[in-house]
């Protein structure tokens, strides 16, 4: 496969976190007009799994559980002191703070889970 084939054919965020826990969030949110989707999957849309193996995707139907996925996903996209930057030209970069409070996805993913506990 050419270097131009990898190449992100239109403009999407995608980030990178890597951080004390592995994590491969398969979260997946349509908006549908306004009637967001949520689904989970065993894959992480790389051609070694896609091509390669059987994967599986379910919706969640769960209103609750769908806006748990949805709050842990934003969490993700927020973070700016582990997560990369993923670009067509692959360096890879950290997200810039532009002076905003520091955010550490993992540790604001527990405390968002560790709250709900009580």
Known sequence: MQSENKKFKAPIKAISIID???????VWVFH??????VYISSADWMIRNIE???EATCPI???????ELIDIL??????????????????NEYVKRKDKEEI???????????????
């Open 20 to 26: 004390e826990y592995l994590e491969h969030a398969r």
């Open 32 to 37: 549908n007009r306004g009637e967001q989707k």
């Open 52 to 54: 390669h193996r059987v």
């Open 61 to 67: 139907k769960n209103e609750d559980l769908k806006q």
């Open 74 to 91: 934003n969490i993700q996209l927020k973070d700016n002191t582990k997560a990369r930057i993923l670009n067509n030209e692959l360096n």
């Open 104 to 118: 550490r996805s993992q540790e604001e993913i527990y405390n968002y889970l560790a709250n709900k506990t009580y």
